[in-house]
Nanobody, 114 residues
Framework: QVRLVESGGGLVQPGGSLRLSCAAS????????MNWYRQAPGKQRELVAR???????NYADSVKGRFTISRDAVKDTVYLQMTSLKPEDTAVYYC????????WGQGTQVTVSS
């Protein structure tokens, strides 16, 4: 059974940094993409960053230049390095892995506040 476990969320002041991790346990075959989504209170879930199996990356306009997605293919782990955090980055962040099926983590809270 596939399980995604996120970690690294927390409370940080504006301008600070956090690194999220998402580790996959169980066997996931033919991963095509690993994504980070976020959902703020009262808002729809939005795609923040994506990395494909070929290493191509895409970012939401709101995080370009501040967030970096990376992947350890051996460990089936995806990371999201977040810098210059803003209060509007506050949300629950979800890991999503696309292979033969779509898998979701349980989410990790990121709060940016002074």
């Amino acid at each position: 059974q596939v399980r995604l476990v996120e970690s690294g969320g927390g409370l940080v002041q504006p301008g600070g940094s956090l690194r999220l991790s998402c580790a996959a346990s169980g066997s996931i075959f033919a991963i095509t993409a690993m994504n980070w989504y976020r959902q703020a209170p009262g808002k729809q879930r939005e795609l923040v960053a994506r990395i494909t199996s070929g290493g191509n990356t895409n970012y939401a306009d709101s995080v370009k230049g501040r967030f970096t997605i990376s992947r350890d293919a051996v460990k089936d782990t995806v990371y999201l390095q977040m810098t210059s955090l803003k209060p509007e980055d506050t949300a629950v962040y979800y890991c999503n892995v696309i292979s033969l099926a779509s898998y979701w983590g349980q989410g990790t809270q990121v709060t940016v506040s002074s």
